[in-house]
């Protein structure tokens, strides 16, 4: 033990102690003073078995009088004869700093007459350098006047206690540190007192600051989200008093003070039960999932987007597939039938010239009529095919300037309006000039002028109506016809929707192809039973 360096002015210091010692200090019964035992024998064979190191220190220098075998043992030499400031050890608080003088146990025992117990262990290390840590206590001895000359140290190795117990709290430190990067926290609660003991984490998790105990039941339930309080008050019951499982696993929301709302997941089970098999203590992990819980929100929203883009692109991929198919009837069509309906046309015109310039009878008039119905069909077999080729061929609108304040009414003339439907155009009186495709604009108005005539079977208005509007030239197309229902209105542009037994279902797929095609859009509104109204915005010419 040495004192060595740590005494170097012991002696000064020993002179003032001397002073300071009671004189009056009386041994009480219990107190040990070498010369009052009896049977000197018997003790000393004690004390030379026993297995902590005792050693004795005298007055006035502070000699070693006595060590027992485990203190040579420990020390790895005797120290008998020597006085404190030559022994051959270095003494050193836990911290690794030199131990100083005073605070030496064996020191406050000899010089202040101190009992010292319990003091932080100390590190010891030989003259060879070999280290072992020491619990050492220590106590004054009086002699019969009552003077205390001597003082008794004893000391334990206690390094793997002191190891075993620096591991325990590096391994709660490990344990710390790995809740708070997982915030996780754990509990123990104690049913009967109604009290429970809170990891740190779990203190942050909760945004409460860290304390002897956590919340009691009442408190714990208030920061329960109120949306989530009966189930887990039901779980907590079936553990409580019911009996029903040991085991529980959930996910709930609290309100933090701050007004957060954090979603919680908690493993919670029965550690001990009492002797009626009534729960005792309950242990459970509760972690903070919210962040967890939003990516995996996010990933199913992302999940559905991905979901609707597929059955959006699946259908895309159908309809490209349904146009294919189009553009190879379309070709069919083109070169199958229009050129034999182009020399039906061609035989047609001859019969019709022949029938006209021979005598007047009732035969000629019923061959006219005949031949002029036939003339209607052929060009309605002329327009669908000019719908389907329209649709799936490349448009190449040429564009010319036009004056929609003459153009419409003139398109409008040429449409077969019956007698029961009011045709009206209405044109702005100033309006710019477009450049659009003139054979294009017929087949548009054409197409929703008979859409419009068709929703209107029992007569009704027809209004084609021209005006300026911001950036744009508009033409409204406006009936008071049967309307479109609502699940009709998403496919009108489709190719072959139809509603009409005799329809093809082009002619709206190629009005907003050949919208496009020059630099227009359409839309529409339709209400069933009060009409509909068509509108196509053209960009104005910028000069
Ligand atoms: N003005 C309208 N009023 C009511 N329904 C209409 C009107 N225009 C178009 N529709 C609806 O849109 C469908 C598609 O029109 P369209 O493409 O021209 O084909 P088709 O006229 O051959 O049926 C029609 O069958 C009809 O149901
Ligand atoms: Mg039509």
Partial sequence: MSYQKTLPNIKSKRETRK???????TPNS?????????DKEG???ILENIPSAVMVIEKPEGKVTYANKRTIELNGMNPCGLELENLAVKIYNLDGKICPTEELCTYRALFKEETVRNAPPLIIEHINGKRFIANVSAKPLYDKEGKATAAVAIFDDATDRVKIQEALKESEERLKMAQTIAHVGNWEYYVKEDRAIWSEELFRIFGLKPQEYGPNTNDYVARIHPQDREAINKIMEQMLFKGVTSKASFDYRIIREDGLIRTIHSERMIREVDNDKKPERIVGVEQDVTERKQIERKLEEHTK????LVDERTKQLKDAERLATIGQTA????????NPLQAIVGELFLIKQDVDSSPDSQYKRNTQESLGTIQEQIDYVNKIISDLQDYARPLKPELVEVDLRYVIPQLLSTVNVPNNIKAVAECDKKLPKLNLDLTFLKRILVNLATNAIQAMPNGGKLTIRTFEEGDNVSILTADTGVGIPEEVKPKVF?????TKSKGQGFGLAVVKRLVEAQGGTITFESKVGVGTQFKIAFPKIIK
């Fill in 19 to 25: 002073v300071n010692v009671k004189e009056d200090k």
């Fill in 43 to 45: 003790l000393k064979n």
């Fill in 305 to 308: 987007n991905l979901e609707k």
């Fill in 331 to 338: 070709g069919m069509i083109g070169h199958d039938i229009r």
């Fill in 494 to 498: 489709q190719p072959l929707m139809t």
């Fill in 30 to 38: 219990t107190s040990v003073s070498c010369d009052l035992v009896s």
